[in-house]
């Protein structure tokens, strides 16, 4: 069974596998930068990466989404709700074509 990276704390290289971390935990450690980018609508920003983690379970068989995927979804989205949504709709349709998004959102920046 192949562990993938993902929420910072403990452990070995300083990092918690994503699959040992509670759902809870995901939401807590996403909080912070929610909260900077969509303020009042964190919240609905939690939510909907929520969905994305729910679709990606039901999808690939995996906890949560790499954190490249999250990282993608974040930039792609940049601090619009409705753009969130599409991003993580697409996260889990096509991740090359988001990350395409992202790569060029990150040229743009």
Not at 4 to 22: E, F, K, W
Not at 23 to 50: F, K, P, Q, T
Not at 76 to 103: E, I, K
Request: aromatic letters at 4%; hydrophobic letters at 45%.
């Amino acid at each position: 069974m192949m562990v993938r990276d993902g929420v910072v704390g403990a452990g070995s290289g300083g990092r918690v596998p994503s699959s040992l971390v509670s759902r809870a935990g995901r939401r807590a450690a996403a909080r912070g930068r929610a909260s900077l980018e969509y303020g009042a609508y964190a919240e609905a920003a939690l939510d909907l990466l929520e969905l994305l983690e729910l679709a990606w379970h039901d999808c690939y068989g995996e906890v949560a989404p790499p954190p490249q995927v999250l990282d993608d979804v974040w930039r792609v989205a940049d601090g619009d709700l409705g753009a969130l949504a599409s991003a993580a709709r697409l996260a889990v349709t096509d991740r090359r074509d988001l990350r395409v998004s992202a790569d060029r959102a990150r040229e743009l920046a």
